[in-house]
């Protein structure tokens, strides 16, 4: 799943993306005897296809990386984190999730959201407040249960 | 780290869309559904030979037809009447009655007994009547013969 956000980065395209980590996977799959770090193996491999396939235009991504022999870490923490993010979204209540794309991809404001469902305002708040926090929460669990915790100890 | 959550949330949410990239169909998929078509290959080829098996075993008796002593001579038999093949039982039974069955079953003429003939004969036989004869006469040290003139009714 974060080969797949790196790969986006670079294609800017869905399709693209999935037949270029797809393709990748089974081009590895075949000479997995000669790769000593799988990780960095698919990072470079799908980075240097999804440059071909996007051909030299990457919308969401740094191409003075590119040339390097391997793929820098903080692109690896990057794609990892998207990865937890869409993976977050996709967890979301159907309503709220509906609701958060709605501000945040479509950039509506509440009011525009409340009127377009036909629901309060503070509806929309609270919704959007809920899929942020879940959506930070995520990524630090540990943090959060650890702080609902204190109080009980 | 607020502005990198904040540019991968951009990003994110930019090219989200529900159901597009199921991490684990990716690459199991192909596999699974390969693995999935050969094991329902075999199943089915388990089931297609255990069904020949099974008509092949069930079928076999069934080829020889075998005829039961009480049942009446067939009347127009396709082979001469001494070369069908039938199953005879005799259980003590006085040669002359041997010779009387004989006849009724096979639809053949045996040389006559002699109704005081004390002879007797235990067999179960399953044959023609030609093999039959010979047999008896073995057995018993007779010499019935089938006459030449082949009952054309079933009295006697």
């Known amino acids: ?17 999935r037949d270029t980590v797809q393709n990748a996977f089974i081009a590895a799959w075949e000479r997995t005897d000669q790769i000593d770090n799988l990780k ?18 990457a919308r969401h991504y740094d191409m003075a990386h590119a040339e390097l022999d391997d793929v820098p870490q903080e692109d690896i ?15 979301l209540p159907e309503r709220c999730r509906e609701i958060f794309l709605m501000s945040k ?5 509440y009011h525009d959201i409340a009127l377009e469902l036909d629901i309060s305002e503070k509806t929309v ?27 009980f100890l | 780290m607020k502005d990198k959550f904040e540019e991968s949330l951009s990003f994110v949410v930019r090219y989200y869309k529900r159901g597009a990239l199921r991490p684990t169909m990716l690459f199991v998929a192909p596999n699974r559904w390969r693995r999935l078509a050969v094991a329902a290959s075999i199943g089915f080829g388990i089931i297609v030979a255990s069904a020949c098996v099974y008509l092949l075993t069930v079928h076999e008796p069934v080829t020889d037809s075998i005829q039961d002593t009480t049942a ?32 009724k079953v096979y639809g ?7 109704d005081n003939d004390t002879t007797r004969l235990t067999l179960s036989y399953e044959g023609n009547a030609a093999d039959l004869l010979d047999t008896i006469n073995e057995l018993l040290g007779t010499d019935l013969k089938l006459e030449n003139t082949p009952k054309a009714d079933t009295e006697k």
């Open chain 1, 1 to 17: 799943m974060p080969l797949c956000m790196f790969a986006l980065r670079i294609t800017g395209d869905i399709e693209t993306t």
């Open chain 1, 40 to 57: 960095a193996y698919m990072y470079l491999a799908v980075r240097n296809a999804a440059i071909a396939a996007a051909g030299h235009t």
């Open chain 1, 77 to 91: 923490d990057t794609s990892e984190r998207d990865a937890r993010l869409w993976k977050a979204i996709d967890s």
């Open chain 1, 105 to 109: 991809r479509d950039g509506m404001s």
């Open chain 1, 125 to 151: 708040e609270n919704q959007i407040s809920k899929a942020l926090k879940k959506l930070r929460g995520d990524g630090s669990l540990s943090g959060y249960t650890y702080i609902w915790l204190l109080p």
């Open chain 2, 72 to 103: 009446p001579v067939a009347s127009t038999p396709a082979e001469a009447p001494e070369k069908v093949s039938r199953r005879i039982k005799f259980d003590d039974a006085p040669l002359a009655d041997v010779v009387e069955e004989i006849e």
């Open chain 2, 108 to 114: 053949v003429k045996v040389t006559p007994v002699a």
